[in-house]
């Protein structure tokens, strides 16, 4: 992966493959079926797009997020991987601490390049992948301890091949979901925001998601499950949230146990999440 993203779900691709399979294929041959078959791809909360990279859609795919920087990025990925590789490289050869919180204080860069280029330096160089925006919708995160990068230029030129037949968009997750029509795949992953905790989670963007959201959400897919679209949504195993997604209508849930790999805990902390699936 490109970009190092707290809560990134390269641990469920890695770990739980049989989560993108249908109860057809896997009454087959799992190992023979990479997925289900799906017409698009939709996913409405990108960040490092772990998923999207596991499934490989042939076909069009919608990527979005509210994080404008982070599409940004993306955009730039697709249409000139080389040169942000080499942009990118420029920055971790003279990354120090002086260095890193100059880059940071640039909030208002017009060239698209040096945008997405500062966002991926900042992103590998920051503290445990995390972002984070003030009140000014201004990136905030302290340093973290990474001092390379290796990526390689072929793989900055292989992930813009897997993004030529995507729409990468920068909007909200409403619009994104309503573009679904039948037969399509959506794969949601929201912020883990809970009935108690909404206000415990610093900023993501100026336009915070809530537990009303979170409800407005829930809402938007049982319309999408009832008009055919394939759905699998990642959240936190909370009893709040797991009422949104009824079983009488159609979804399973499945809950999954992983190790924070952020965490400087050789072991890990054990966090549960819950996966709803409607396939």
């Known amino acids: 992966?490109?970009?190092?993203?707290?809560?990134?779900?390269?641990?469920?691709?890695?770990?739980y493959k049989y989560i993108f399979h249908s109860k057809d294929s896997?009454?087959?041959?799992?190992k023979g079926y990479k997925s289900i078959k799906y017409n698009n791809y939709i996913e409405p909360f990108l960040g490092a797009g772990a998923v999207f990279k596991y499934l490989q859609p042939k076909n069009k795919s919608i990527l979005a997020d509210i994080n404008s920087?982070?599409?940004c990025f993306y955009n730039f990925?697709?249409?000139?991987?080389?040169?942000?590789?080499l942009h990118t490289n420029k920055h971790m050869q003279n990354h120090s601490e002086k260095y890193y919180y100059m880059i940071r204080s640039k909030h208002t860069l017009k060239d698209s390049l040096e945008k997405a280029a500062r966002f991926l330096y900042l992103n590998r160089t920051c503290y445990n992948g995390i972002y984070r925006v003030n009140k000014a919708g201004e990136f905030n995160v302290p340093i973290g301890d990474s001092i390379s990068f290796n990526a390689s230029e072929e793989e900055f030129k292989a992930y813009s091949e897997l993004l030529k037949n995507s729409h990468i968009v920068n909007q909200d997750f409403r619009k994104t979901i309503?573009?679904?029509?039948?037969g399509d795949l959506i794969y949601v992953d929201p912020p883990y925001v809970t009935k108690s905790n909404e206000s415990s989670f610093d900023m993501y963007s100026a336009h915070q998601f809530n537990w009303n959201s979170q409800k407005e959400l829930a809402k938007?897919?049982?319309?999408k499950n009832q008009?055919?679209?394939?759905?699998?949504?990642?959240?936190i195993n909370d009893k709040n949230v797991a009422r949104l997604?009824?079983?009488?209508n159609g979804w399973d849930h499945l809950a999954l146990n992983r190790a924070n790999v952020m965490s400087y805990n050789a072991e890990g902390k054990k966090y549960k999440e819950i996966l709803f699936k409607n396939f």
């Open 1 to 15: 992966m490109l970009l190092k993203w707290a809560g990134g779900k390269s641990w469920l691709t890695s770990n």
């Open 26 to 30: 896997l009454k087959k041959s799992f």
């Open 69 to 71: 920087e982070l599409i």
């Open 77 to 85: 990925l697709k249409q000139d991987p080389e040169g942000l590789y």
């Open 178 to 182: 309503n573009d679904a029509k039948k």
């Open 220 to 223: 938007m897919l049982d319309q």
């Open 227 to 235: 008009e055919g679209v394939n759905i699998i949504v990642s959240n």
């Open 245 to 248: 997604y009824l079983k009488k």
